[in-house]
């Protein structure tokens, strides 16, 4: 970025001192500097000036209380009429019949929402009923399948017994071919 020359800087300040003091006015141009600043603090403070400002501001006060007036007599006149239709023996029967209609309504829909919830826990005995009689049911499938497997380990190990008894007796025989007398022992030679 390239500073523009101080004479650029200067001279445009001379221009726009120059144009000011032509717009200020001729015909002050005798005065000296301050008695020129001396009349224009009196024309900023010109008591007309001030008036304006302060009339302004009193009407803007006086509007002010003019509105609050207004709102605090509509206020008070909405309040009496409102009375005023509350104390009425239709508005009385509006309201009866108001309130008796949305106690109904309120009452309809309190018994359906107890019935709802009648329903649910209905239904949630009986999902729990059927819960415990599956149950019931695999321990007994359970417990009866045991009682078979047992049944069938006994009959098992009764036939492998019974087995190995006729076994152990055929071996027996061949073995000893001779008949014995019973109860008679025979004592060796």
């Given at each position: ?84 239709m509350m104390a009425s023996e239709a508005i009385q029967q509006r309201i009866q019949l108001r309130l008796k209609e949305e106690r109904a309504a309120l009452e309809d829909k309190m ?79």
């Amino acid at each position: 970025m390239v500073k523009p020359s101080r004479e650029g800087r200067s001279r445009s300040r001379n221009r726009s001192r120059s144009r000011s003091k032509s717009r200020s006015g001729e015909r002050y141009r005798s005065e000296s500097p301050p008695q020129r600043n001396a009349r224009r603090r009196y024309r900023r403070k010109s008591p007309g000036r001030a008036q304006a400002r302060q009339s302004v501001q009193e009407k803007a006060a006086q509007h002010s209380q003019e509105h609050d007036a207004v709102v605090l007599k509509m206020a008070e006149t909405i309040k009496s009429k409102v009375e005023e239709m509350m104390a009425s023996e239709a508005i009385q029967q509006r309201i009866q019949l108001r309130l008796k209609e949305e106690r109904a309504a309120l009452e309809d829909k309190m018994t359906k929402q107890l019935e709802d919830e009648k329903a649910k826990l209905i239904e949630r005995k009986r999902q729990e009923q059927e819960e415990r009689q599956r149950k019931q049911l695999e321990l007994e499938k359970i417990l009866e399948d045991n009682r078979r497997l047992v049944d069938d380990a006994q009959k098992k190990a009764a036939a492998d017994k019974e087995q190995r008894e006729t076994a152990r007796y055929a071996e027996a025989v061949q073995t000893d071919s001779r008949p014995r007398p019973m109860g008679i022992k025979l004592v060796a030679d």
